[in-house]
C-alpha cells in the first residue's frame, strides 16, 4: 500500500514537469533559477547590412533606390560636423523597430578571475578630419566604459568611418586603451556596420562588435543606437538686409511753385534733415557767439 501511494506521488510529480518548462531543465539549473538572479546578454550576430535605409525630409527609404555613396558621405560629414565636441547617446535596440531596449550596451568580461559586465552609454566626438581623396573620416571618439560600478581611465578612439557604396558603411577603429586593471592595459576594439540613418533626428544605427583583449577580456555583438543632439542638415543662418534711412517723400506738382512757397519748402526739408541727423548720427548744439 505504502509503495502504491509513492508511484502515485511519482506520477503526479512527472505529470506536473512535463506540462511546463522545467522538464528540460536539470536539477542545479532549477535551483540556480529559483534562488538566485543572473545577468544574461542575448547577443545578435554581427552581420553586412543587405540594404541601408536612409531617412530625411521624414521620410524613409532604401539608399539604393535614390542616392549615392557621396550623398551619404556628404550627409554623414555634415551629421558629425553639426555635433563635432557633442556627446552621442548609446542605447541597445532592436533591429526590426530600431527602438532602444536599455540606455546602454553591456557584455560579459572577465577582470582578472573575476566575472563582470562593461557598459557603454555614450561617447563623445573630439575631433572630425576629412580625408581627400576617398569617402572617409577620421573620427576621435571617446567611449564612456564602466563595469561594476568602476569608470576606468581610456585613450580616445582613433576612428574611421567609411562609405564604400551605398551598402556598405562601416565605423571601426584599431583599439583604444584602458586601465581596468592594476597591472597592465586592456585594448578594445569596435566595428560597427551601419545600416540606418536619419537626417531629421540624428539617429545612426547598426550592427556592432565589441572585443578585450588584456587582463580584461571578453566582448560580445548586438545591435545599436547612436543618438546625436543635432540633425545633418547644414547650418542656415538668416540673412537680413541693412537698415535703409527713410527719407520724406516730397509730392511733385507740374506747376511751379511760387518763390515764396518753394522758400518756405526748401526750409522745411532743411529742418527735416537736420532733425533726423540730430537723431540717428550726432546732435547738432549752437556755436557760441563771439565776442
Known amino acids: 500500500m505504502f509503495n502504491k501511494y509513492i508511484?502515485?506521488?511519482?506520477?503526479?510529480?512527472?505529470?506536473?514537469?512535463c506540462g511546463c518548462n522545467l522538464r528540460y531543465m536539470s536539477f542545479n539549473d532549477i535551483a540556480n533559477s529559483r534562488f538566485t538572479t543572473s545577468t544574461t546578454v542575448e547577443n545578435t550576430p554581427l552581420r553586412e547590412a543587405g540594404s541601408i535605409v536612409v531617412c530625411r525630409s521624414k521620410?524613409?527609404?532604401p539608399a539604393k533606390l535614390s542616392m549615392s555613396s557621396q550623398y551619404i558621405f556628404?550627409?554623414?560629414?555634415?551629421?558629425?560636423?553639426?555635433?563635432?565636441h557633442k556627446k552621442m547617446l548609446v542605447c541597445q535596440a532592436n533591429p526590426s523597430?530600431?527602438?532602444?531596449?536599455?540606455?546602454?550596451?553591456?557584455?560579459?568580461?572577465?577582470?582578472?578571475?573575476?566575472?563582470a559586465y562593461m557598459y557603454i552609454d555614450s561617447v563623445k566626438i573630439t575631433d572630425v578630419i576629412i580625408n581627400k581623396g576617398n569617402n572617409?573620416?577620421?573620427?576621435?571618439?571617446?567611449y564612456n566604459v564602466t563595469y561594476n560600478g568602476q569608470t576606468p581611465d581610456c585613450t580616445p578612439a582613433q576612428s574611421i568611418l567609411?562609405?564604400?557604396?551605398?551598402n556598405h558603411i562601416l565605423l571601426e577603429d584599431p583599439g583604444y586603451n584602458c586601465k581596468m586593471t592594476t597591472v597592465g592595459t586592456t585594448n578594445i576594439k569596435t566595428v560597427f556596420v551601419i545600416d540606418y540613418i536619419d537626417l531629421d533626428y540624428g539617429f545612426i544605427g547598426g550592427y556592432y562588435s565589441l572585443g578585450l583583449s588584456g587582463p580584461a577580456y571578453g566582448g560580445g555583438t548586438g545591435y545599436m543606437l547612436l543618438r546625436l543632439p543635432k540633425n545633418a542638415y547644414p547650418l542656415a543662418p538668416e540673412l537680413t538686409a541693412p537698415k535703409t534711412k527713410k527719407s520724406k517723400q516730397i509730392s511733385t506738382d507740374v506747376s511751379a511753385p511760387a518763390p515764396s512757397e518753394g522758400l518756405e519748402m526748401t526750409m522745411e526739408v532743411q529742418a527735416d534733415t537736420a532733425q533726423g541727423l540730430e537723431?540717428?548720427?550726432?546732435?547738432?548744439?549752437?556755436l557760441p557767439a563771439k565776442k
Not at 527602438?99 to 582578472?112: A, D, F, Q, S, W
Open 136 to 142: 572617409t573620416l577620421n573620427l576621435i571618439l571617446n
Open 74 to 84: 556628404n550627409s554623414l560629414l555634415h551629421l558629425f560636423e553639426n555635433n563635432n
Open 97 to 115: 523597430s530600431r527602438t532602444c531596449l536599455e540606455n546602454y550596451i553591456t557584455l560579459p568580461i572577465k577582470v582578472g578571475i573575476t566575472p
Open 279 to 286: 537723431e540717428e548720427t550726432v546732435k547738432v548744439f549752437p
Open 7 to 17: 508511484k502515485t506521488c511519482l506520477f503526479i510529480g512527472v505529470a506536473a514537469l
Open 162 to 166: 567609411y562609405v564604400r557604396n551605398v
Open 59 to 61: 521620410q524613409c527609404a
